[in-house]
């Protein structure tokens, strides 16, 4: 592993050479100027991990020079060296956006964990912007596949909400790409630097759910062995997905009702209140105006909550997608398996096509992957596709039976499941990616005898 470098600018020789000494002594590679001008210039030449240069130079002061430096690398920390040790000098060069300072004559030791310090910190600002950079390209309007015309208009819909703080209620089918979509409105908004926080309604029981959104304080309840922030406080300054918002229970519903009203939560155990600065999305397979009616969701709420509605389209609905989300899909499966694929049939597409995808578009990746895992060729063909158990044959027509609607689709296919899972809820839930509190309701609802 190379040494970090350090740029040393510095017109008092003595100084120079002590503190290159310093510098290579922490295990550092030195490169020095005597002026400003110079240093600026070598910076400029060189990649330097931080800089550190005295206040007073022959030429232009260490302010001019780091306010230079920064233009070309604003990640740099840059460090000024003053011999005065004023506080109004120091509080000029902190106020300008210097890393930190040292005043002459300087502690050797001090220096050298300062410059570790200071490498530590563009390490991890490096690291922070190429974090930045893969969320935008995995979650931006760019990553989403929009070859349809009910996709164009979602991504039109998401490019005008975005720079918006608006409450948005994302509604579609299981695996439609609930949760990209909301991903998609906040990094493409004025919080996309923020925090983004997922929480999914059905997989936690009713008092788990209030901490993990609201907090608890220490002894708030059996096991509360420590304070514990909640994901509104660890999205403040960000977004807060509320995946499944269905499944969310009556007291917690009163809760966020408060929430999206003062701005402020209260920790479970707790009486303080904290304000808190998040955009909320939320997002449900379910109708939940019809839960309205029923009387097992509040009207307060959903009015709060629907602000705006995004409503995805199902699989079947945009099938001049699948294609290119296949394409996508096979290119992750061999990266992700080290398999390769040089070529895919054209009956591969057809046979896809021709699908109706109850599971939508987290089936479609399943099936893909599998394919992808399961050939023995590096040519795709529609004879490895397995739908339902079967073999997919190319042109043929794989679509749903006549005459079924989607929910007697989808209670066979949880039945068959649950039946392969030997009736094991949370392990039928994990392999259709979805959580056992769903799982659980599905039962209910489709009066499976599991």
Request: aromatic content about 6%; overall charge negative; proline content about 3%.
């Amino acid at each position: 592993m190379s040494k970090p470098k350090v740029l040393v600018i510095e017109d008092d020789p003595d100084g120079l050479r002590s503190i290159e000494e310093a510098a290579k002594d922490a295990g550092f590679e030195v490169v020095t100027a005597s002026r400003g001008e110079a240093g600026v210039q070598l910076f400029r030449e060189q990649e330097c991990d931080v800089v550190l240069s005295d206040l007073v130079l022959p030429d232009i002061d260490g302010v001019e020079v780091m306010t230079r430096i920064h233009k070309q690398d604003e990640k740099t920390p840059v460090m000024i060296m003053t011999a005065y040790g004023t506080v109004s000098s120091s509080v000029k060069a902190l106020k300008s956006g210097a890393y930190d300072y040292i005043t002459k004559p300087m502690d050797l030791d001090d220096l050298q964990s300062k410059l570790l310090r200071a490498v530590e910190t563009r390490m991890l600002r490096d690291r922070v912007s190429q974090l930045s950079q893969t969320l935008y390209k995995e979650y931006s309007l760019q990553s989403m596949v929009a070859q349809s015309e009910p996709m164009k208009e979602i991504v039109r819909e998401i490019q005008s909400l975005a720079d918006t703080n608006a409450t948005v209620l994302i509604q579609g089918e299981s695996g439609t790409g609930k949760e990209l979509a909301a991903r998609a409105l906040h990094v493409e908004g004025r919080r996309g630097r923020g925090p983004f926080v997922a929480v999914n309604c059905g997989a936690f029981a009713e008092n788990l759910l209030e901490s993990e959104l609201f907090g608890h304080e220490k002894g708030a309840f059996t096991g509360a062995v420590s304070q514990h922030k909640g994901a509104f406080e660890r999205a403040d300054g960000g977004t807060l997905f509320l995946d499944e918002i269905g499944d969310a229970p009556r007291s917690v519903q009163v809760k966020l009702l408060r929430v999206l009203e003062e701005r402020e939560i209260v920790r479970v155990g707790g009486h303080e209140s904290f304000r808190v600065d998040v955009r909320l999305i939320s997002a449900s397979n379910r109708d939940l105006d019809e839960m309205v009616e029923a009387g097992d969701f509040r009207a307060d709420l959903l009015y709060r909550l629907k602000v705006v509605t995004l409503l995805l389209p199902p699989l079947r609905e945009r099938k001049e997608d699948i294609r290119l989300l296949t394409d996508r899909f096979i290119a992750s499966a061999c990266e992700q398996h080290s398999r390769f694929i040089s070529s895919v049939e054209p009956g591969y597409y057809d046979a896809l096509m021709n699908y109706d995808w109850p599971g939508n578009i987290r089936q479609l990746r399943n099936v893909v992957e599998s394919s992808v895992v399961m050939t023995r060729e590096p040519v795709l063909r529609a004879s490895v596709i397995r739908l339902n158990g079967a073999a997919a044959k190319s042109g043929s027509e794989v679509s749903a039976p006549d005459g079924l609607t989607w929910d007697q689709i989808e209670k066979e296919i949880l039945a068959q499941a649950l039946q392969r899972n030997n009736g094991n809820r949370s392990l039928t839930a994990d392999k259709l990616g979805i959580s056992r509190r769903t799982i659980q309701r599905k039962i209910k609802d489709y009066g499976l005898p599991f």
